[in-house]
């Protein structure tokens, strides 16, 4: 299987900490993505971070790569309660084929 | 800008029935993607189009799926017969780009239940 894998599979946090997230996977990157999935709806993009990069930062969004372990960390800080979602990584190749991690499901409880 | 249009959103149907989902993608992104996903799982891959060519579909159950696009525009994803385990939700997702280089943009799935 081409799918990368999340863990924790659940995390469950306080309002205002900081929530880290992992994905590993298996084969060569083009970047790798990570998306965010309210319950019932479809999958909406946060951050990319290219296979030469290690370090990417967006708002309260900090996301790491390490190509040589084949990994990566997404970290979320000074959470809040609409942060609960589901987050997956998304391997991409250079053949704009994007494989998707199991997902984390976070609970932020307010 | 208008997002992915899918429909339905839901559908329930008996087990050796057929079923239909429709995507319109963002307009001018040329590649276009169905996922399944199952709940409690990350969405897998079942055939991705650049225009109207298939690029991959090397995890679509060719026996009982089938997907086209025409004009490259439009697509839709069929299934006959279904199975109790094509319970899931249909995604689709377009990109701008052909070379890996963005991001996916997602249209709201279509829950399918097999009774």
């Known amino acids: 299987s081409q799918q990368g894998e999340e863990d924790p599979q659940a995390l469950s946090i306080q309002e205002g900490e900081n929530a880290t997230m992992n994905c590993s996977y298996k084969?060569?990157?083009?970047?790798l993505q990570w998306y965010r999935q309210n319950s019932g709806r479809g999958l909406v993009h946060l951050i990319l971070?290219?296979?030469?990069?290690r370090e990417k930062h967006s708002g309260r969004l900090r996301v790491t790569l390490d190509t040589s372990k084949k990994s990566s960390s997404l970290l979320i800080t000074a959470s809040r309660a609409a942060d609960t979602a589901s987050y997956f990584c998304a391997t991409v190749n250079t053949g704009n084929q994007f494989y998707f991690g199991t997902g984390t499901s976070l609970t932020v409880i307010p | 800008e208008a997002g992915v249009a899918q429909s339905p959103r839901y559908k329930i149907i008996e087990k050796r029935q057929s079923v239909a989902f429709w995507c319109n993608p963002i307009?001018?992104?040329?590649?276009l993607y169905w996922y399944q996903q199952i709940l409690g799982q990350g969405p897998k891959l079942l055939i991705q189009f650049q225009n109207n060519g298939v690029v991959d579909d090397s995890q679509l159950p060719k026996d009982r799926f089938s997907a086209e696009r025409l004009k490259g525009v439009d697509s839709t994803l069929k299934i006959q017969p279904a199975k109790l385990e094509d319970s899931a939700v249909y995604l689709c997702?377009?990109?701008?780009?052909?070379?890996?280089?963005?991001?996916?943009?997602f249209g709201e799935g279509s829950r399918l239940t097999v009774l």
């Open positions: 997702a377009s990109s701008l780009f052909s070379t890996g280089t963005g991001e996916l943009f």
């Open positions: 084969t060569s990157i083009n970047n």
């Open positions: 971070i290219r296979s030469n990069e």
């Open positions: 307009s001018g992104h040329a590649t």
